[in-house]
T-cell receptor, first 116, second 114 residues
Framework: DTGVSQNPRHKITKRGQNVTFRCDPISEHNRLYWYRQTLGQGPEFLTY????????KSRLLSDRFSAERPKGSFSTLEIQRTEQGDSAMYLC??????????????FGSGTQLSVL | SQKIEQNSEALNIQEGKTATLTCNYT??????LQWYRQDPGRGPVFLLL?????KEKRKERLKVTFDTTLKQSLFHITASQPADSATYLC?????????????FGTGTRLKVLA
């Protein structure tokens, strides 16, 4: 068990560029979550998957954000036409839905995005 | 919509004392509530989960209480140590139950002074 892995750890981009982040959950974890966190705030829910199905997407998420989990394993989060307000830590978490600890989320270390 | 409130001001306590953090929620009755620890630049780490039919849960120096009438959870760290310094987040499952969509509070930053 190597934990949840996120890449890259840091990303600096210019406003208007597209960025893509990757998350590799703990193997066999079928739920995968994306959260966004800014300084001094708690993680804000963005979206989550059960296997390859995207079950819910936050209404706060604009159309510039899209997430995929094509084979029910790793996931990508893409932000198009980045804005300075997108600067934040993007966290990925996973869990196993049939385990007695199914309510427990395991987080990665996040991708810190800075939009200049 | 569900709302979670944690004391946004940092809590400073002396080593060896008991730290008590508060989590209040509104507009919902969750089946359970969780507490996480987050260190700077890292993702949150799960600590404890307490269910609506449990009044209290303990794990080593940690204790969590859950008052569904007050809509409040208290998180205690006894015999606190400088290594306990971190931000502590409470989280609950958003409505409706069974969605496994988790809402987090803003967190309380704890600093244990040696």
């Amino acid at each position: 068990d190597t934990g949840v892995s996120q890449n890259p750890r840091h990303k600096i981009t210019k406003r208007g560029q597209n960025v893509t982040f990757r998350c590799d959950p703990i193997s066999e974890h079928n739920r995968l979550y994306w959260y966004r966190q800014t300084l001094g705030q708690g993680p804000e829910f963005l979206t989550y998957f059960q296997n390859e199905a995207q079950l819910e997407k936050s209404r706060l998420l604009s159309d510039r954000f899209s997430a995929e989990r094509p084979k029910g394993s790793f996931s990508t989060l893409e932000i198009q036409r980045t804005e300075q307000g997108d600067s934040a830590m993007y966290l990925c978490a996973s869990s196993l839905d049939w385990d007695r600890d199914s309510e427990k989320l395991f987080f990665g270390s996040g991708t810190q995005l800075s939009v200049l | 919509s569900q709302k979670i409130e944690q004391n946004s001001e940092a809590l400073n306590i002396q080593e060896g004392k008991t730290a008590t953090l508060t989590c209040n929620y509104t507009n919902y009755s969750p089946a359970y509530l969780q507490w996480y620890r987050q260190d700077p630049g890292r993702g949150p780490v799960f600590l404890l989960l307490i269910r609506e039919n449990e009044k209290e849960k303990r794990k080593e120096r940690l204790k969590v209480t859950f008052d569904t009438t007050l809509k409040q959870s208290l998180f205690h760290i006894t015999a606190s140590q400088p290594a306990d310094s971190a931000t502590y987040l409470c989280a609950l499952e958003g409505a409706p139950r069974g969605t496994y969509k988790y809402i987090f509070g803003t967190g309380t930053r704890l600093k244990v002074l040696a």
